[in-house]
């Protein structure tokens, strides 16, 4: 075995081995190929590992400890959040009359979920200054395209044709994809030197044709828009939305409202803001939050009080029908409400105000050592280059590989696209000044390395079982099954 690789499952197996021995059937055999279609049953899969039990636990058990999470290390991940999960919260998601709860359940049994999504809605309606919130999008992105669909029917029931949408340079992947998912034209605004969004730059675009305008606040610099409620204004004087991608509410949680600087639409990425699983931990949850005006379009089912019951509300004439099975992802909810509820108002605000201090305590404390492209005070996050580096031949690549070597998971790098050669650091609320300092000190060395020995960075990560690997190639021509011999080449696989 090559030092520091882990063998493949394949490289593991040996003819005869299993991993489990099921029991004596106790009901009589049937011949499957009677009652199922030709075809419909498979037979052996070729190349399939055979190992026993013990082998495959230790096999799985040592690639978990290869992995890096926020349980096991700081995840600074521009954009993303990716804050500590409090485990009473998985405790609470994990009771019983909720994780055994069937979500075809007869109303009458499942009162207490009901009652629990019931009054996360009218938190987060609360936290954001929204009228109506729908729980039921999976994910961002999907609660972006419930936002979208719910303009788009807007305007079919108004009788008018608005078949374009603003979005900002700054703004995240899924918000232009999303828009043209949902039948709108994209019109791009590109911001201010500053980073931000000017009055002007809407009033020239925004026209009878523009349906909204999505924006993402804090945008994705990490820098507030100043100039939010004189973009509102012109937005509606022209009888379109705004949209406020709610990735970023993290920095404003608690401090302020995005419904009271004039947005009509709001998704919160409860895996983000509200310490819920992000990523591989769980499935992801994006409720969407509106104004009133758009409250009729929201899908269905809607959950409604009635005293003290509570039922689910199908019968909507204008709603644009379901975006998720059953109503979105029941267990991320409870680990939301239990945040919430554990925080309190206070809590919620000393989030957002601790979020901007550690990303500001950062900024100040590496800008010299790296370009600073908007040298002023963030929110959430905040943007660096390569440019200081790059007269040594170092790029923000090597850097995000060289600060695996510390024991750091690199920071978002290369986004957003309007910041050449980024690096983009999110330290959340939840990291100690201790793991701050660890983390500056790194940097700092880093960037001492890049001037007297670039050659360490540019074959860096050093202490890592793989080093750089073919990323293009992998998700280009990922290698998911083979049959057969073990491939030659297992850093290429995915």
């Known amino acids: 075995m090559e030092k520091g690789r882990e063998l493949l499952i394949f490289e593991r197996s040996s003819p005869g081995r299993t991993g489990v ?6 009901v009589p055999e049937v011949d499957l190929d009677k009652v199922l279609p030709k075809g419909a049953v498979r037979g052996d899969i070729e190349g399939f590992p055979e190992v026993s039990e013990l082998d495959c636990v230790r096999h799985f058990t040592r690639l978990s400890n290869e992995n890096f999470g926020v349980d096991t290390g700081f995840y600074p991940l521009g954009s993303c959040t990716m804050k500590y999960n409090p485990k009473v919260c998985e405790d609470a998601s994990r009771l019983s009359g909720f994780s055994r709860l069937h979500p075809y359940e007869p109303e009458g049994l499942c009162q207490g979920a009901l009652e629990l999504m019931h009054e996360l809605e009218g938190y987060l309606a609360e936290i954001s200054g929204m009228d109506a919130v729908t729980l039921q999008p999976a994910a961002g992105a999907q609660g972006e395209l419930g ?14 044709a608005r078949r374009k949408v603003l979005i900002p340079d700054t703004a995240h992947g899924t918000n232009p994809a999303s828009c043209r998912l949902a039948g709108f034209d994209v019109v791009e605004v590109r911001s201010s030197r500053d980073g931000i969004l000017t009055p002007e730059a809407i009033e020239r ?6 349906a909204a305008l999505m924006l993402t606040n804090p945008n994705t610099l990490g820098l507030f828009e100043d100039n939010i409620e004189k973009i509102a204004s012109i937005v509606h004087s022209k009888g379109g939305f705004v949209y406020c991608d709610g990735a970023n509410l993290n920095a404003l949680m608690g401090v302020a409202r995005l419904g009271d600087m004039g947005v009509d639409l709001v998704q919160f990425n409860l895996h983000k803001t509200f310490s819920t699983p992000h990523g591989g931990g769980g499935p992801g949850s994006g409720p969407l939050g509106v104004k009133k005006a758009l409250e009729p379009y929201l899908p269905v089912p809607r959950i409604r009080k009635n005293g003290d019951e509570y039922s689910l509300e199908f019968d909507r004439e204008r709603s644009i029908g379901r975006l998720k099975a059953f109503y979105g992802n029941f267990s991320v909810m409870v680990r939301a409400y239990a945040y919430i509820r554990l925080m309190g108002a206070e809590g919620l605000k000393r989030v957002g105000e601790m979020a901007v201090l550690n990303a500001n305590y950062l900024k100040e404390r590496l800008k010299g050592h790296f370009h600073l492209p908007h040298d002023r005070t963030c929110m959430h996050e905040c943007v660096f280059t390569d440019r200081l580096q790059r007269r040594y ?3 923000t690549l090597d850097i995000a590989k060289r600060l695996m070597d510390y024991g750091f998971h690199p920071p978002t790098i290369y986004f957003p696209l309007v910041v050449d050669g980024a690096l983009m650091i999110e330290p959340t609320e939840t990291e100690s000044l ?15 390395e890049a001037e007297e020995d670039p050659h360490l960075l540019k074959n860096a990560p050093h202490t890592t079982g793989t080093a750089r690997v073919d990323e293009t190639r992998a998700a280009r021509e990922p290698v998911l099954r083979w049959t057969g011999s073990p491939p030659t080449n297992p850093d290429h696989c995915t």
């Not at 021995?21 to 106790?26: C, K, N, Q």
């Not at 936002?147 to 008018?160: N, S, V």
């Not at 675009?205 to 523009?210: E, I, K, R, T």
């Open 393 to 395: 031949g170092v790029t």
């Open 434 to 448: 201790q793991t701050l300092d660890e983390f500056i000190e790194a940097m700092k060395r880093i960037a001492k």
């Open 205 to 210: 675009l925004m026209d009878d044709g523009c």
């Open 21 to 26: 021995r099921p029991p004596t059937a106790d």
């Open 147 to 160: 936002g979208m669909l719910m303009i788009a029917a807007y305007f079919r029931d108004k009788g008018e």
